[in-house]
């Protein structure tokens, strides 16, 4: 299946530039460009509605968290995974209307939130890009939108994330020769792919930067861009944040890590959740339908 340049996102196509001195992106014209050339942007939601929200939030969730283990040294993974089907300041905060229209600029198509993810802490996460779990055909059209709930402090473990990084290859299994049997061996197959990024960030020497954010400031990153979470060195501070994936319509939505040569099984479609409605959402391109 060819595809031309018009079925790129908006924001990775040549003429980014261009598009922003004619006006193309709207009153988002900065964060074009800091997505083109750097695979980020960032904006600022604060205001006494997200403030609501985010002590919503926090007063929903922590309840759910064994912050008390945690601080004496509990090694957990203290996140919940969708927490917008319960608590609906989690729901408002991914379907924030500036940032659907923002998305909307950006990428030249609808965006729907499929995943949110709710953090106290510092994730402590290797530095990853999230194309290997989640995807699109054509190829990058998801993004990651990370949320402050709190001011973050540099001993919280904060996010890093690696400027020009979304420009590298994107991987699958099936780039990296990897067949089911390696993936259903590995408990955590993301740490398949951790060599080959650690290998990539050397040879183009892409140097980390820490992301510190007032409460309301909102980082969204391409979706091959490398993030991680920094170690935490105070366990007496908490990192509360939200992080909302996106994808957008009429796309393929894939699972890259468990995407396999023909022969062992193809690519693996996907059929995410669209927390605006709840619904199944199938994908197309091209006349190729994924049936809901």
Known sequence: MGLDLASRPWIDRPDVAGRVAAGAFGPYGQQALQMAEQGFCLLDLADDSFHERASAIRASLEPQFDLDGWRKGTTVDLRLQDSWKKCEAVRELALHAVVLELLRHLYGRDPFCFQTLNFPVGSQQHFHSDAVHFHSYPHGFMCGVWMALEDIEADAGPLVYYPGSHRLPYRSAETEGLSPEDVAAEPHPQRLFEPIWRQELQQHGLQPETYLPRQGEVLIWHANLLHGGLPVNN??????????????????????????????????????????????RGGRVQGIMVPH
């Open 235 to 280: 366990r007496e501070r908490t990192r509360w944040s939200q992080v909302n994936h996106f994808f957008f319509a009429d796309c393929l939505y894939t699972t890259p890590m468990h995407s396999f040569e023909f022969s062992a099984g193809g690519a693996c479609f996907r059929q995410p959740q669209d927390v605006a409605t709840g619904k199944l």
